[in-house]
């Protein structure tokens, strides 16, 4: 089996920012935000936080390839029909992915729209970085850095656009993040993997796969933009 290192990205009681040298940068923090989720560590949240704490080196271990690109194009076919069903169609509609994995999954969901009933639908780019919970006390007046929704949401139906679900906090970071931009008539959630896990009550709208899990395995997506493939796989936690 595949195994590779991944890396804990600051000292154990110490922030980003202050590993960093940089309290109050906003491009730093920006920057932080991007190195860590280029990591294989794509389900986020309490998963990511566990990355910044320590500095040792652990060990992943693949244990099995849950989804490859054909199976990945099926569950996002059938999302984008549960989405016209739901919605009526796709007036009024715009998708917003969630940096990063989430912005290619959005496109997909987009041409498929496009393919199924022949209308284009908006797609924005959502970068949550300065809306997540743990960044409150270095910005107590968050602001969106990195987004670019194209139209206003404001009367629109938003489906928000993500990788993986886990403990829910992204998405509800995210949603914060919409309301920044506007007012819609409502916010929908679709993600590609539901790993479970909730410490908030947030449940998605639409799900390409749900994959019991175990806080010790990590569910990493991969996407041709970011990774020049189509996958979804399943890893384990060792000490090396």
């Known amino acids: 089996m595949d195994v590779f290192p991944y890396y804990r990205v600051a000292a154990a009681g110490k922030t980003d920012a202050e590993q960093m ?94 393919k199924f009933e022949g209308t284009e639908v908006p797609v924005g780019e959502l970068d949550i970085t300065l809306y997540r919970d743990d960044l409150r006390e270095l910005h107590p007046v968050a602001e969106t850095t990195g987004s670019r929704i194209p139209v206003d949401i404001t009367g629109k139906k938003v489906v928000l656009v993500d990788d993986v679900i886990y403990t829910g906090r992204t998405a509800r970071a995210a949603i914060e993040a919409v309301f920044a931009h506007g007012r819609p008539a409502c916010i929908q959630l679709a993600v590609l993997v539901d790993r479970g896990h909730r410490e908030l009550p947030i449940r998605p709208d639409y799900v390409g796969k749900n994959i019991p899990t175990s806080h010790n395995e990590v569910v990493s997506v991969s996407v041709k933009e970011y990774d020049g493939r189509y996958a979804v796989e399943l890893y384990e936690r060792k000490e090396p």
């Open 21 to 114: 040298g940089c309290i109050g940068d906003e491009k730093a923090i920006v920057a932080e935000h991007f190195f860590v989720q280029a990591s294989l560590t794509t389900d986020r949240d309490p998963e990511r936080e566990k990355i910044r704490q320590g500095g040792e080196q652990r060990m992943l271990q693949k244990k099995s390839e849950i989804m490859d690109e054909a199976a990945i194009r099926r569950s996002l076919a059938r999302i984008t029909h549960e989405i016209i069903e739901r919605d009526r169609g796709c007036e009024e509609l715009c998708l917003v992915g969630i940096h990063r994995r989430g912005v290619p999954l959005a496109y997909m969901l987009a041409e498929n729209l496009q």
